[in-house]
C-alpha cells in the first residue's frame, strides 16, 4: 500500500507509481499537457494499479468522443479484474468510469461525492466533480461539493492552489463575485501557472463587464501558459470577449486566427476536433457575424469540424453549437442528418443528457438555425419558452449566453422591444453586468 502526495491511500506496492499517480492528478487539475504521460508512467511500473487504469479511463471519456468509449470499457475492465484488493476509493472511481461510458453523469457524479464524503481531500474527485456538473449546468450542486471539502483544506495541503481554484469557480457561477474574485486570485498568486484560476477570475470580470480589467489580468498571466493543453485556447476565447464587449472585432479576429483557431498552432494539429475549442470557435464566429463584422471563410472549416460531430450527444453545449456552425456555412443536408440524430438521442435514449437534449438542446439548435435563415418569428417560437431551460446546455454563464444574444437579436430585429428589455432583465438577474452593452452595439468600431 501506497499513499499520493495528500495522503489518501493507493493500492499498489510500486512507489514510483504511487508518485507518477500524485503526478498525473497535478497535472489534470492544472489543465496541464503531460496527464496522460503520467498516467502511462503509473502504469508502467504497476500495470495492475487500479486507480491508474481507471483514470486512463476517465482521461479517454472526458473528451466527450463516444466512438473512443471502448477504450475506456477496456481500461475498465482491466481496472475490475485488477480490483480485489482495492479500497472503497478506488471502487469509487471505478463506479464512476462505468457510469460516464454509459452516459449516467449524476450517477458519477454521485460517486464522486461519496469519495469526497470520506475524503474530502481527495482534490481528483473534486475536479472531476466539478468538470461533469459544469457541463451540465449544475452550478449550485458544483459548488456544493466544493464547499463541503473546504474546511478541510490550507495552504499546507499539496494542490491548495488548485482547489482555490475550483471554490473560485464554483463561487463565480453563483454569482458570489467578490468571493471568487478572492479565492481565484489566491490560487494564481499560489500558482501563477494555475489556468483554472486565472479563467475564474476571468469570469468574474466577464460577468461584471470589466473589460479592461479582463484583458489587464490574463495580459498579466499569458506567459505562464506554455505548459496547458487546449485549454488555453479558451483562456484566450475569454480574453476575445472582453474585445468584443470593447467592440474590437478587428482584434477578436486577430486572436481568433493566432491563439484560437489556428491550424499551424501544435495543439490545433495534435487535437482538430477538440470539443472545447470547437465551441470557442463557433462562439466567437457568430457574435462577430451577428454583429455585422466580415469574417471571411472562418465558418468553412468550422463546418467541418461540425460535420464530425454529428451524431456525437456526449457534450450538450457543443450538440447546440453543431447546428450553429452547420447553418452558418448553409450545409442544409447535413443539419437535417444532424437533427434527425439528435431526435432521435433524445426521444429513445435513456441517459441523463437525453433529458438535456430534449428540453434544451434542441429548441436552442432550432433556434440557431432558425436565426442564421432569418426566420425571426421561429427564433422566439423556439428560445422563448425554452430560455429558462437553456443552464441545462451546461458551460457557463458566459458560454450559454450566445443563446440569450441570438434571441434578443431576434427580437431586436422584429422591433420587438418589450422583449428586448425582457431579456436584458433577466441576463441582468443572471449576473450580466451592463447587458444592453452586449446586444448589437450600434456604435461599435468596425476595426
Ligand atoms: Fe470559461
Known amino acids: 500500500m501506497q499513499r499520493d502526495d495528500r495522503g489518501l491511500e493507493l493500492t499498489t506496492s510500486s512507489a514510483s507509481a504511487a508518485e507518477a499517480l500524485s503526478r498525473a492528478a497535478a497535472s489534470l487539475v492544472s489543465h496541464r499537457l503531460d496527464t496522460m504521460a503520467h498516467v502511462n508512467a503509473a502504469l508502467e511500473a504497476d500495470p495492475g494499479c487500479v486507480l491508474a487504469r481507471v483514470m486512463k479511463g476517465l482521461l479517454v471519456v472526458g473528451v466527450r468522443l463516444p466512438h473512443r468509449y471502448p477504450e475506456a470499457q477496456a481500461e475498465l475492465d482491466a481496472a475490475e479484474a485488477a480490483s480485489g484488493g482495492a479500497n472503497e476509493r478506488e471502487k469509487g472511481y471505478l463506479a464512476a468510469l462505468s457510469?460516464?461510458?454509459?452516459?449516467?453523469?449524476?450517477?458519477?457524479?454521485?460517486?464522486?461525492?461519496?469519495?469526497?464524503?470520506?475524503?474530502?481531500?481527495?482534490l481528483l474527485a473534486h475536479r472531476l466533480a466539478q468538470f461533469e456538473l459544469f457541463w451540465i449546468g449544475e452550478s449550485v450542486w458544483m459548488r456544493n461539493i466544493v464547499e463541503r471539502g473546504a474546511p478541510t483544506w490550507s495552504a499546507d495541503v499539496p494542490g491548495f492552489s488548485a482547489f482555490q481554484a475550483m471554490r473560485a469557480f464554483g463561487c463565480e457561477e453563483n454569482g458570489l463575485y467578490a468571493d471568487a474574485e478572492r479565492y481565484g486570485r489566491d490560487a494564481v498568486e499560489r500558482d501563477p501557472t494555475n489556468g483554472w484560476g486565472a479563467h475564474a477570475v476571468a469570469h468574474v470580470m466577464e460577468m461584471q463587464g470589466r473589460h479592461e480589467d479582463g484583458i489587464a489580468w490574463l495580459d498579466?498571466?499569458?506567459?505562464?501558459?506554455?505548459?496547458?493543453?487546449?485549454?488555453?485556447?479558451?483562456?484566450?476565447?475569454?480574453?476575445?470577449?472582453?474585445?468584443?464587449?470593447?467592440?474590437?472585432?478587428?482584434?477578436?479576429?486577430?486572436?481568433?486566427?493566432?491563439?484560437?483557431?489556428?491550424p499551424e498552432a501544435p495543439l490545433i494539429k495534435a487535437n482538430p476536433g477538440h470539443y472545447g475549442d470547437f465551441q470557442n470557435a463557433v462562439d466567437l464566429l457568430k457574435h462577430l457575424d451577428m454583429y455585422g463584422y466580415d469574417i471571411g471563410d472562418r465558418w468553412e472549416a468550422v463546418a467541418d469540424l461540425a460535420e464530425d460531430r454529428i451524431g456525437n450527444h456526449a457534450a450538450p453545449l457543443s450538440s447546440a453549437h453543431v447546428a450553429t456552425a452547420l447553418a452558418a456555412a448553409g450545409r442544409d443536408a447535413a443539419l437535417e442528418a444532424y437533427l434527425t440524430a439528435l431526435r432521435g438521442y433524445a426521444s429513445m435514449d435513456e441517459t441523463n443528457n437525453a433529458a438535456r437534449v430534449r428540453s434544451a438542446v434542441l429548441p436552442a439548435a432550432e433556434g440557431a438555425i432558425a436565426h442564421q435563415r432569418g426566420d425571426h418569428e421561429a427564433v422566439l417560437g423556439n428560445l422563448l419558452p425554452a430560455r429558462h431551460s437553456l443552464w441545462q446546455i451546461g458551460g457557463s454563464h458566459a458560454q450559454r449566453n450566445l443563446f440569450t444574444q441570438i434571441l434578443a437579436d431576434s427580437a431586436q430585429r422584429l422591433g420587438r422591444e418589450h422583449v428586448v428589455d425582457m431579456l436584458l432583465e433577466e441576463m441582468a438577474q443572471t449576473g450580466f453586468a451592463h447587458p444592453a452593452e452586449r446586444l448589437r452595439p450600434p456604435g461599435a468600431r468596425m476595426h
Open 220 to 262: 498579466g498571466l499569458k506567459d505562464h501558459w506554455a505548459e496547458l493543453n487546449n485549454f488555453v485556447h479558451h483562456l484566450w476565447w475569454h480574453r476575445s470577449l472582453f474585445h468584443l464587449l470593447r467592440g474590437e472585432f478587428g482584434t477578436v479576429l486577430e486572436i481568433y486566427d493566432r491563439d484560437i483557431r489556428n
Open 99 to 122: 457510469a460516464l461510458i454509459r452516459g449516467r453523469t449524476l450517477d458519477a457524479v454521485s460517486h464522486y461525492e461519496m469519495i469526497l464524503a470520506a475524503n474530502p481531500r481527495d
